[in-house]
């Protein structure tokens, strides 16, 4: 008994990346592509008319646009960045923590200055910088206490 032929929603690169961008994610060939050579989004080699394609599904597709830019998949040299115990926090998590610590919102340029001027200890790992959690509490805790004194 032959097998049963899988259904591609896409067979082509271009109309996957018209379909996301149609989501609201701009992307590219390019992008699909690397997607799929990085083992990030399901496809298969098919053959249309003789030539080869991809054949992609959509909910390959859906569920790789759902988990795109999550930071826990993110890695330096082979390793995560971000664990699930969230001892180093990413810059945009640190602000959110920092915001809610001391009543107030605070733009993520202000910890970015703070790392480069040195008076908040954090480092790069790959391309981000991460922070350590007990920092940002011990930053929150000196400017509650500046504050008190001002006032």
Known sequence: ???KEEQFDFTSLAEASCY???KGK?????????????????????????Q???????????????????QTKRKANGKKIFDGQSTYLSVNDSVRLYSS????????????????VGFLPGKKKGGMWVVEKKEIENLA????NVKIELA
């Open 52 to 70: 080869t394609q991809w054949g992609i599904k959509k909910e390959d597709l859906d569920s790789y646009l759902a988990s795109r830019n999550k």
């Open 20 to 22: 996301m961008s149609s």
């Open 101 to 116: 610590l001391i009543g107030w919102d605070v733009p993520p340029h202000h910890l970015y200055y703070l790392l480069h």
């Open 26 to 50: 701009e992307v590219g060939r390019q992008a699909v592509y690397k997607a799929i050579r990085f083992g990030e989004l399901k496809a298969k080699k098919i053959v249309v008319c003789g």
């Open 141 to 144: 805790y000196k400017h509650i």
């Open 1 to 3: 008994m032959p097998e």
